[in-house]
């Protein structure tokens, strides 16, 4: 039953829009017919300006991850990674200037930190633990001699510092 009542209504769109093309003068056609490029011209490049930035991005540094030979990241934890250096990099925490010079302490909030290991407030101390030492099993400096994930590992240990203090001592 469904299926005829789709095909009348398609019937009846057809039929409407082969009505409509008779009756009009094809100057008018010409006229709609480039208003309608123009709007799709402008949507689908909004959407490729918007989405751009993570479909270009994501799949690059996928193949730059793997070329850095971190050691036992799989697919979700290298995209979890990436998030992670993404909003380091929002809070102006993590940023190319970093790299060469001296660090010192990046005064992380406390819902950073909690962000940083991926964890919500009101979770124990041995969750914290946890994360925190499975996060510096991937990315410690030792582990990956060939990657700079030195800055990386240490914002790791200020986070798990910052929330054992405020929120545990």
């Known amino acids: ?4 009542l789709i095909g009348i209504i398609i019937f009846v769109i057809v039929y409407l829009f082969l009505n409509w093309f008779a009756r009009t003068s094809s100057k008018r056609i010409a006229q709609i ?21 993570f479909i270009f991005s994501l799949p690059f540094l996928f193949v730059i991850l793997s070329g850095l030979k971190i050691k036992g990241l799989t697919a979700l934890q290298i995209f979890q990674l990436w998030r992670l250096i993404q909003y380091l990099k929002n809070s102006g925490k993590f940023s190319q200037g970093q790299f060469n010079q001296p660090q010192g302490s990046s005064n992380l ?21 946890k994360a925190a030492n499975s996060l510096q099993k991937k990315i410690h400096p030792d582990m990956n001699r060939d990657v700079k994930t030195e800055r990386l590992s240490q914002l790791v240990n200020e986070a798990k510092e910052k929330i054992i203090r405020n929120d545990f001592s």
């Open 1 to 4: 039953m469904n299926l005829v």
């Open 109 to 129: 909030s406390n819902e950073e930190a909690y962000k940083l290991l991926g964890l919500s407030k009101g979770c124990s101390k041995e969750e914290v633990l």
């Open 33 to 53: 017919l480039k208003k309608i490029t123009v709007y799709l011209s402008l949507l689908i490049a909004t959407i490729l300006t918007i989405g751009g930035k």
